[in-house]
């Protein structure tokens, strides 16, 4: 029987990777993102569903669950970025940061566990950062949404498992491709005093200039590998830097 997986924040970055990925292994895909648009992922396929989601709000979330029908595995990749100083991070920024990053993540599982719970089935794999395998500086807020995440990983597997549903963690590595700074909550030079200037200036420049970097390919097939992992094993990091950061080099 053909399975179906559903990947948030699929318009770009990991998720369309993940979407093609599965896609091409025969996989039913059900594409969600705020902006639906076929055309991302080229020719048609009566796999391929591309449907609507904002994970901050419980209505689409609803929307979306009840039109998505059944599905086999929840990949909750949809996230946003934020780059600075700490103390120069409104409030109001760190907040949007959590409703995505975090309370989506926590939204989106809470509305497809029941379905999973009945069938006594599925995997649920919840897609972090390589900022929680070490400390990375001007990543404080973005850092604690997806350390929550793992926590809330490690505890639900305990908790899901009894109902023979598995939680997984995918820890990507960093991404030039998927924009992170220029695609941050706001522009990294509003949230950098000028005292940071000399702080920031050398961790910028590896940013620019990293010795690893991290494919998209390599996140897609770190979920695939997630998704289909019997072993009991809860965290997969993806892509060469994450693989070190894990091996302590």
Same mark, same amino acid.
């Given at each position: 029987?053909?399975?179906?997986?559903?990947?948030?924040?699929?318009?770009?970055?990991?998720?369309?990777?993940?979407?093609?990925?599965?896609?091409?292994?025969?996989?039913?895909?059900?594409?969600?993102?705020?902006?639906?648009?076929?055309?991302?992922?080229?020719?048609?396929?009566?796999?391929?569903?591309?449907?609507?989601?904002?994970?901050?709000?419980?209505?689409?979330?609803?929307?979306?669950?009840?039109?998505?029908?059944?599905?086999?595995?929840?990949?909750?990749?949809?996230?946003?970025?934020?780059?600075?100083?700490?103390?120069?991070?409104?409030?109001?920024?760190?907040?949007?940061?959590?409703?995505?990053?975090?309370?989506?993540?926590?939204?989106?599982?809470?509305?497809?566990?029941?379905?999973?719970?009945?069938?006594?089935?599925?995997?649920?794999?919840?897609?972090?950062?390589?900022?929680?395998? !070490?400390?990375?500086? @001007? $990543?404080? %807020?973005?850092?604690?949404?997806?350390? *929550? &995440?793992?926590?809330?990983?490690?505890?639900?597997?305990?908790?899901?498992?009894?109902?023979?549903?598995?939680?997984?963690?995918?820890?990507?590595?960093?991404?030039?491709?998927?924009?992170?700074?220029?695609?941050?909550?706001?522009?990294?030079?509003?949230?950098?005093?000028?005292?940071?200037?000399?702080?920031?200036?050398?961790?910028?420049?590896?940013? !620019?200039?990293?010795? @690893? $970097?991290? %494919?998209?390919?390599?996140?897609?097939? *770190? &979920?695939?590998?997630?998704?289909?992992?019997?072993?009991?094993?809860?965290?997969?990091?993806?892509?060469?830097?994450?693989?070190?950061?894990?091996?302590?080099?």
């Amino acid at each position: 029987m053909t399975k179906t997986i559903l990947i948030t924040g699929a318009s770009s970055g990991y998720g369309k990777a993940t979407a093609e990925y599965f896609l091409s292994r025969g996989w039913h895909v059900i594409a969600t993102m705020r902006r639906p648009d076929p055309a991302l992922f080229g020719s048609e396929d009566n796999r391929l569903h591309v449907l609507p989601l904002d994970v901050t709000s419980g209505e689409s979330i609803a929307a979306l669950v009840k039109a998505a029908g059944p599905v086999d595995v929840l990949v909750n990749n949809a996230g946003i970025g934020m780059a600075g100083a700490f103390e120069a991070t409104p409030m109001p920024a760190i907040r949007k940061i959590f409703d995505t990053n975090t309370f989506g993540v926590m939204a989106m599982a809470q509305a497809v566990i029941p379905q999973m719970r009945e069938r006594r089935s599925g995997t649920i794999v919840n897609v972090t950062s390589s900022v929680t395998l !070490a400390p990375f500086p @001007l $990543t404080a %807020a973005y850092t604690a949404s997806k350390q *929550a &995440i793992e926590g809330f990983s490690d505890s639900l597997a305990h908790e899901l498992g009894y109902f023979d549903i598995r939680v997984k963690l995918v820890e990507p590595g960093y991404a030039p491709t998927t924009n992170f700074i220029a695609n941050s909550v706001l522009p990294l030079d509003q949230l950098l005093p000028g005292d940071y200037a000399e702080f920031a200036r050398p961790i910028l420049e590896d940013f !620019a200039r990293p010795a @690893l $970097t991290t %494919a998209e390919d390599d996140v897609a097939e *770190a &979920i695939w590998n997630a998704v289909h992992d019997v072993s009991g094993q809860l965290r997969f990091p993806a892509g060469p830097d994450a693989v070190a950061l894990t091996q302590g080099s």
